[in-house]
């Protein structure tokens, strides 16, 4: 299905996640305030600690586990597409096992070495990707800078919070799930026959004044498939992948407590196969694909005493993936999107594997080369201390915590090569068959671990409450071979960063809000002298439903006002590491006698001892509503300003000093602005049938206010007062005509020879500004968003009746482009097939209507596959995420079997899609299939 201009009209769907007000608490003169244990109930996390929903100042959006529980992924990252507003997620591949996700917060701010946002687990700085649902408490993201501050120069991208289930005093509660369904792929590339592909292949070469490669004797033979071993026609895709692969997710998880212990432990299972046809059952020396990971996690919270308590969490995690032939799949879809459909059979009649000189079988690859295997294991461990000390003052608590984090990851290939022959009445052999030799290594390898204080102060005086919290925090993590998100790829020098944060809040009269906070961190990553910066900021509220105006009122049960303003810093630049540092690297010297060359040094890059830590102002106001008919409303309207971004002084620092590499600079400047605004409704809880949505958006827009580059021929190239990751190309305005050809005033590329149906650019300028006749770089102009969406958008609902519910989540974007490359859209590029979308190819015929140009059997490179607007493709979508309906067993059938709840369920993933893109998936152009999955689950409660 494709969506038509109405997904621009949906996009404006308002609406920072909606706080639910907390009943007032009867205050004494002077008392310490109730601790919050439930944040789904009465607080939300706000860094380091937790705070009441109606008094926190920041811009925070929240989601419990159990809402993304629904959503069948192996990355918990795509498990919260369209659950948090001012989260953007980018999905890298589907393959399982080998794919990723990228989070964003509040679009891009830097066009340095990362947007990335700080992610904290349990308090401590960690990957969460790995986690599964039924192990998280709640997620969080923190946005302004009241909300990241106390990060300090980390937080300038944001930052994730992510809390683990603890126990609670209540009987064991043991709770057991498990679902198992089917992957399959949303869509395949759609590459055209042996016979199509021939006929077209002579077209091109007649385009390209060359002689017919096939006669019409191949070409019948051919369309009758009457001889598949010479006049060979394969679908390649289908010879190696299935059209749908299991996957499962059992888990079994306990929960309970008394007054001195309380625990949870989880334990999951997790099996994806891939969608690679079976090898391993047909060859012993292959494997079939399958990704497995095994979680286990043990929180256990002891009061030693009734002011001393300890708190240890454990996680862990195996994962293991295995595949024929290589690890990945890169270079086998490569293959795939390449080898024509006549370029051999898969076997001989003698049952042989078939092939050529220039490239192997597919087949055969993954049937006769071996497999690879990797196992990698994930520990995060922690242990805290908490200490009440109402002896010195009442509301004053202490703890101390260590935690430790490792990541290993191992590689191993068996390995073995395969004869190929080719057909004819005269067979040639290319390869040898080999047995299997196998390599073993370490594919990546890290260590985290940090110290932490933390000092906390509760009281409420009267009308006055007043909260303080100070922490000190200390780490390092260590790179032995490769860490996402570093710009190291091996060192044996930790990341060490220390750092002291505080927080005050001050709550007059249950109405008037004030907080500061703040950090002075610094980094190893910079010169001594330049490791430590301060990031302040503060906020203020006003609760305007506690006014004697509002507080009777029958319609708004909750208003509050808020807004903030601070600095904070992103020690994530990139760049070279050390930087502030002369290098001299050895180089080749000089010949004194002989041949032989005597190693000398030279000077490196130039160094800057004063570099530093990208800074950035934030500022927000937003408003948060809650109305007595179960709507609640709330907007966040935001603007950061992003300086001393990483850049090269390319005309600050003139090249007539000599320089063997400019040193790196602090100059850049992006100024990014936006909003995000939330809509939702509750209905009764009472009633027999419920109903609720909860409709999300979020817009961005950034500009680069300063990028110290290249003097450009053109202007239209300069990147200064753009938008981040904008595409500069050529613009496409339509195809040569035969008058065109012969028009030399018409601008063209150099030493090319134009034809009819060629793609015509427009000429831009030349040295002088002013179009020259040429189309070359020079001619660049923006074409297109190639970054991040610009809207992004959700609708989140559910209805249930009785014992049947049914939740759907739809999420989509705007303003956004792709563009089309590689050879599943280049017809006959590098020798390779050709696809559906060269059929309404440009010939004197078709002139009029086509939208692909004239066929080529060449490498057209300097007209064809330029990176231009004829290629752009806009990748504006909606798609419905996750639907589950589920059907829960009434308590009274299931006394027997002491079961407190049992629930049915069947739930789906990536069902569809509205988008204007008819040549693939939005979001699979290229590798990998997008992947749907449809599954059946059971959950019993005891």
Request: aromatic letters at 12%.
């Amino acid at each position: 299905m494709k969506l038509k201009p109405t997904l621009y009209i949906l996009s404006t769907l308002a609406l920072v996640t909606v706080a639910n007000p907390l009943i007032a608490q009867q205050k004494d003169t002077v008392t310490t305030k109730t601790e919050v244990i439930s944040f789904k109930t009465a607080a939300r996390p706000i860094g380091y600690g937790f705070q009441p929903k109606n008094y926190t100042t920041g811009a925070i959006s929240s989601v419990h586990g159990e809402e993304f529980r629904d959503a069948f992924n192996i990355r918990i990252g795509n498990a919260l597409l369209g659950r948090l507003p001012g989260l953007t997620i980018r999905q890298n591949g589907f393959e399982p096992g080998a794919s990723s996700t990228s989070l964003t917060i509040r679009g891009t701010n830097t066009y340095g070495f990362s947007n990335a946002p700080l992610v904290m687990l349990d308090g401590f700085m960690s990957d969460f990707d790995q986690l599964v649902p039924e192990e998280i408490e709640d997620i969080s993201i923190l946005k302004d800078a009241s909300a990241t501050a106390v990060y300090g120069l980390r937080a300038a991208n944001g930052v994730v919070l992510v809390t683990t289930k603890i126990g609670k005093i209540q009987p064991l509660a043991i709770n057991f799930s498990t679902q198992y369904g089917f992957q399959n792929p949303v869509s395949t590339p759609r590459f055209l026959d042996s016979y199509s592909y021939a006929f077209l292949l002579n077209e091109a070469r007649r385009n390209d004044g060359l002689g017919e490669l096939y006669t019409s004797s191949d070409l019948q033979t051919f369309s009758s498939k009457s001889d598949p071993i010479n006049f060979a026609n394969v679908d390649w895709y289908n010879e190696v992948f299935r059209n749908a692969a299991p996957q499962s997710n059992t888990n079994l998880n306990f929960k309970g407590g008394t007054s001195i212990v309380r625990y949870f432990a989880s334990l999951n299972a997790l099996v994806s196969d891939g969608l690679y046809k079976n090898f391993g059952d047909d060859n012993e020396e292959s494997s079939n694909s399958k990704y497995s990971r095994l979680n286990f996690r043990s929180n256990i919270d002891i009061s030693l005493n009734k002011n001393l308590s300890a708190q240890l969490n454990l996680g862990a995690g195996v994962e293991d993936k295995k595949n024929p032939g290589e690890l990945t799949t890169i270079n086998t879809i490569n293959l795939l999107d390449r080898i024509t459909p006549n370029s051999f059979p898969v076997r001989l009649a003698n049952g042989s594997l078939a092939g050529n000189n220039l490239l192997s079988n597919p087949v055969g690859d993954l049937l006769s080369t071996g497999f690879s295997t990797s196992n990698s294991t994930t520990l995060q461990a922690s242990f805290r201390l908490n200490q009440v000390l109402d002896m010195i003052t009442p509301g004053l608590k202490a703890s101390a915590a260590i935690s430790f984090n490792s990541f290993f990851s191992g590689l191993s290939n068996k390995r073995k090569t395969y004869a190929r022959f080719s057909t004819g009445t005269t067979s040639t052999q290319f390869g040898q068959n080999t047995s299997l030799v196998g390599t073993e290594g370490v594919q990546s390898q890290l260590s985290n671990n940090a110290v932490q204080a933390l000092l906390t102060y509760n009281r409420v005086f009267g009308k006055h409450d007043v909260s303080a919290m100070t922490v000190f925090n200390s780490d390092y993590f260590l790179i032995n071979k490769a860490y996402p998100g570093t710009n190291a790829a091996g060192n044996d020098i930790p990341y060490k960063t220390n750092g002291v944060s505080t927080r005050v809040t001050y709550v007059n009269n249950e109405k008037y809000i004030v907080e500061f906070s703040g950090a002075y961190q610094g980094s190893n990553a910079f010169a001594k002298g330049k490791r430590y910066g301060f990031t302040p900021a503060g906020s203020v509220g006003w609760i305007i439903s506690k006014e004697n105006f509002l507080k009777d009122s029958k319609v708004i049960e909750f208003l509050k006002l808020r807004g903030s303003y601070g600095f904070v810093g992103n020690e994530n630049i990139g760049g070279l590491r050390f930087g502030y540092a002369q290098r001299y690297p050895f180089v080749d010297g000089y010949i004194f006698t002989g041949t032989s060359k005597l190693g000398a040094i030279t000077e490196g890059q130039r160094a800057n001892p004063n570099l530093t830590w990208e800074k950035e102002k934030k500022s927000n106001i937003g408003f948060e509503m809650n109305f007595a008919n179960g709507f609640g409303l709330a907007m966040d309207v935001f603007q950061n300003n992003r300086f001393d971004i990483l850049d090269r002084p390319n005309t600050t620092i003139p090249a007539i000093l000599g320089y063997n590499g400019l040193p790196e600079t602090n100059l850049g400047k992006v100024k990014n602005k936006g909003l995000e605004a939330l809509l939702s409704y509750h209905s009764n809880e009472a009633k027999k049938l419920r109903f609720n949505f909860n409709a999300q958006a979020s817009y961005n827009e950034n500009e680069i206010v300063f990028n110290d580059e290249l003097t450009q021929i053109n202007k239209a190239r300069i990147t200064t007062g753009m938008p981040i990751g904008y595409g500069f190309g050529l613009e496409a305005i339509g195809f040569f005509t035969d008058a065109d050809v012969n028009n030399n005033a018409i601008a063209r590329p150099i030493g090319l020879i134009i034809k009819p149906g060629d793609i015509k650019y427009r000429d831009i300028g030349g040295p002088l500004g002013v179009p020259d006749g040429i189309i070359d770089d020079n001619d660049s102009t923006p074409i297109g968003n190639y970054n991040l969406p610009d809207w992004t958008f959700s609708l989140q609902t559910g209805v249930s009746y009785k014992a049947v519910d049914l939740n759907l989540i739809f999420q989509g974007v705007t303003g956004i482009n792709l563009n089309l490359s590689g050879n599943r859209y280049y017809a006959f590029q590098n020798n390779g097939k050709v696809s559906e979308i060269a059929l309404n190819r440009w010939t004197p015929e078709t002139a009029a209507t086509a939208t692909y140009p004239r066929l080529s059997s060449s490498d057209n490179t300097n007209n064809f596959n330029r990176f231009s607007s004829f290629w752009r493709r806009d990748a504006s979508y909606i798609k419905l995420r996750s639907a589950e309906i589920g059907y829960t067993i009434p308590a009274s059938a299931l006394k027997k079997l002491r079961l407190q709840k049992t629930r049915l369920f069947i739930n789906g993933t990536n069902l569809f899609s509205l988008d204007h893109l008819e040549e693939a998936d939005v979001e699979a152009l290229g590798g990998y299939p997008a992947l749907r999955t449809v599954s059946l689950g059971l959950n019993l409660h005891f």
